[in-house]
């Protein structure tokens, strides 16, 4: 049995010493009919290892009950890489960042509202230990230890980011260890010294994540652990886009030099990533520095693979360095998955949210408008109405406070959206001696998952003012929109302004094929391809179009469902071959 492990400095795959040039493929975003190209395509490029977080939410994504079928099929992905002689370094949770809702936690933990996060709190541990006794068993059979492709596992991710609780990261170890979990452990960080001081742990392999300035990097770890083997677990080599931001990129070039560096200086890689693929559903996160960040639907990450798995000039970059180092064969790449423009989609049908609420929700009355937590909801929308007595002048609607994104309406009236990232967006209006129906429709846009804010409630999550006054006496329509079946669509050709409304088209194809759903000239919502959650779009940029891969399509009819907030310049898209992640790019 070869079994990776660390002594005399080095990195040694059983009696051999190995150096591990891997890239990060996360199953989760990528339908699992192209798991295999994708792998196919990092081995292509000299990698031998692929690496992979796993999400808690996405497994158990409400207490108790588990999911790991299909996209969620962990087990079957690294069998595959297996079968494909990769190894396989697992990062489980219970924190993985990776710019995924709550980086990975599930939103059911919030509804104890004393709880503490990624620390030696034990209602959090006890939570953790319940989610270990579920995936562990499922691990275990495909560690190295027992002729599986396993090699390392991690304990939590970037720890030292977030805090200092050693108790808490040994818990996480002995929890790994004592269901199985035999084989190498390590932990990663960033190269500084309250990062390292933090996150590291006793007889754990320590590794650091950069982009550049490998010696520095590599030195400042060294100081903590002098002469252990080196691996930079992240390399950044792209870099994520937040909504309301250009499209990141980085040279391919800068990328091929710092990666000469690093193999130079005879360290262990990991790219971060080597493809991204797409946060599907409402699975994409957000970051908070300044202000609210949400980020996009495409996880394109300018990797050597690009989102649809399409081969870049990075990718040739990073294998002709590698090849200084390892001597590679004659490339060799799978068959290329073909991309088609299907055209114009014209979206014939509508249903408004309004006369849809009965299909979609059954309504809940409370004393103050609960945020989704408190209501046993993980992501979507979520609908808040009360009636507010008059007569009263005009004030301002305070929502206290808004997470993320509240739609405003009197007596079904339209009247401005209030964000939490703009502190100038603001809702005034009178009321007349008879009163008037307040409602407020809210959008999760995605939690936090790194830094200091992750405990972040969605909705609203203390009250809703009208000037100083409380309002109080709400009715609460959940609206987690996960099953849009139960909608009654009528044919319409009007464009309803500012009118919540899921729209419906339908287009006729000879063969599936990738194709992007191109965007323009709507404004902002969700789109679904014959029932499946492609993810949230949105005119401020910089991604204009939404990924839809070839085994989401149907020959014959398929089904396309917009929900959107604010209306269209014309009730139709367009499904092209190419992607748009900028608006610099080809239309």
Known sequence: MKNLNVHDGKLWLGDEPIRLLSGAIHYFRIVPEYWEDRLLKLKACGLNVVETYVPWNLHEPFEGKFNFEGIADLERFIALAGELGLHVIVRPSPY??????????????????????????????????????????????????????????????EYGSYGNDKDYLNHLKDAIRSRGGDVLLFTSDGPEDAMLQGGMVDDVWATVNFGSRTKESFDKLLEYRPGQPLMCMEYWNGWFDHWHEEHHTRPADDVAEVLDEMLAAGASVNFYMFHGGTNFGFYSGANYGDHYEPTVTGYDYDAPLGESG??????????????????????????????????????????????????????????????????????????????????????????????????????????????????????????????????????????????????????????????????????????PLDDLSTLRFEPSESNAENEPSFYRGTFEIDEPADTFLNMKGWTKGVAYVNGFNLGRYWEVGPQETLYIPGPLLRKGSNELILFELHGAAALEVRLQAEPVLGSSEKQ
Not at 103 to 131: H, I, Q, S
Not at 143 to 149: D, K
């Open 96 to 157: 993985i960042c990776a710019e995924w809702e709550f980086g990975g936690l599930p939103a059911w933990l919030l509804k104890d509202t004393g709880m503490r996060l990624r620390c030696n709190y034990r209602p959090f541990l006890d939570e953790v230990d319940a989610y270990y006794d579920e995936l562990m068993p499922r691990l275990v059979p495909l560690l190295s230890t027992n002729g599986g492709p396993v090699i390392a596992l991690q304990i939590e991710n």
């Open 310 to 479: 399409n081969v870049t000039d990075k990718f040739h970059k990073v294998r002709e360095v590698i090849g200084k180092y390892v001597e590679l064969g004659p490339l060799k790449l799978p068959e290329p998955i073909p991309a088609q423009s299907f055209g114009t989609v014209r979206m014939t049908e509508r249903a408004s949210l309004r006369g849809s609420l009965g299909e979609l929700s059954s309504p809940q009355r409370r004393a103050c408008p609960e945020p989704m937590e408190m209501m046993g909801q993980n992501s979507g929308f979520i609908l808040y109405e009360t009636k507010l007595s008059g007569p009263r002048p005009e004030n301002k609607l305070n929502l206290q406070d808004v997470r993320d994104r509240a739609m405003v309406f009197v007596d079904g009236a339209y009247k401005g959206v209030i964000e939490r990232w703009n502190p100038a967006s603001e809702v005034s209006f009178s009321v007349p001696p008879e009163g008037v129906t307040v409602s407020v429709l809210v959008e999760n846009m995605g939690r936090v998952n790194y830094g200091p804010l992750l405990k972040d409630y969605k909705g609203i999550t203390e009250g809703i003012r009208f000037e100083r006054q409380f309002l109080f006496d709400w009715t609460i329509h959940t609206l």
